[in-house]
């Protein structure tokens, strides 16, 4: 399928400043009924696009202030609980990817980075349940070694980047290796890892920093997608990977999700938990593997990726 950045849902920042403001005479109450919980119309169809993006940090934000980096699967019934309160719309539509299957979520901090890190867990742990690992860590193993020479090309010195590749694939070599403990790497083990900033983080800054190498050597592909948040304007390739793509802290949009799996050569599907429809769940497509690799499937709220477990 063509992952051209064309027409994507949009995907609001990290930042409320980044969103259109509330026009004045907009308020959240406005012709509408009120919900009492949240002040929020309960009609979801009503909120602007700030207002939604607010709505659900609030939300995200009362369920666990102090989440992990990463955290243990909890069932998704858990997450429609926790919008009980706010959005029939958005109650909805956990039932129904419930229905689909999706019976589980495995949360990230909502820290900006959220989208590379749920990236790479997902990515990883795939490797752990391979039907044929030998294969799939080799294969694994040969992407990442490709994307060295991406790095080293748009100017990245090899210092800089070289132990935030290591971290990545010293985990994905431990999945058929046992380390120097004489342990190979398990779900457990590699929640664990997920939760140690220095590794974590590590992996996060690879990620960005490939996915800034893939907008840089391509241009062309990437140009008129690239514009600043705030301002709107258009932006120098360079320019916009520096601020946008490199920078720890800065959510990931459509540009960012379809040059990291194009690098990386990864199927995934995001689902956009939004509270526009009541009846199903839209799905953005990212098609990059060379064969019909079932996708990593990924949860969007506005402002936030987590991991979708199960399906269809």
Not at 97 to 110: K, N, Y
Not at 145 to 169: I, Q, R, S
Not at 289 to 310: C, M, N
Request: charged share 25%; glycine share 6%.
């Amino acid at each position: 399928m063509n992952t051209s950045p064309t027409k994507p849902p949009p995907a609001p920042k990290t930042k409320p400043a980044s969103l259109p403001d509330v026009e004045d005479g907009d308020s959240f109450g406005q012709g509408s009924a009120v919900d009492e919980h949240t002040g929020f119309p309960t009609d979801i169809a009503s909120l602007t696009p700030a207002q939604l993006y607010e709505l659900n940090l609030g939300l995200f934000n009362e369920s666990l202030p102090d989440r992990p980096l990463i955290d243990e699967i909890a069932p998704i019934s858990e997450l429609r609980a926790e919008y009980e309160n706010g959005s029939p719309s958005f109650v909805q539509q956990i039932s129904w990817l419930e229905g689909q299957g999706f019976h589980s979520i495995r949360r990230t901090r909502g820290d900006g980075d959220c989208f590379y890190r749920s990236t790479a867990f997902a990515f990883v742990e795939r490797l752990i349940h391979a039907p044929n690992p030998d294969s799939s860590v080799q294969h694994a193993l040969s992407t990442l070694e490709a994307t060295l020479p991406m790095l080293k090309e748009v100017g990245f010195e090899k210092l800089v980047y070289d132990d935030f590749y290591e971290a990545l694939v010293s985990l994905v070599q431990n999945v058929l290796t046992p380390d120097d403990i004489g342990m190979k790497l398990n779900p457990v083990r590699l929640l664990e890892a997920f939760q140690k900033p220095e590794i974590s983080n590590s992996i996060v800054v690879y990620l960005r920093l490939v996915t800034s190498a893939q907008i840089r050597l391509s241009p062309f592909d990437f140009r008129d997608f690239l514009f600043h948040p705030e301002t709107a304007e258009q932006m120098d390739p360079t320019l916009f990977c520096e601020h946008f793509v490199e920078a720890t802290g800065k959510e990931a949009d459509h540009v960012q999700m379809t040059a990291l799996c194009r690098a990386l050569r990864l199927n995934v599907d995001v689902a956009y938990l939004d509270g526009r429809r009541n009846d199903a769940v839209d799905f953005v497509q990212f098609r990059e593997a060379k064969d019909q690799t079932k996708p990593l499937v990924l949860l969007y709220r506005p402002g936030h990726y987590d991991i979708l477990v199960g399906g269809r």
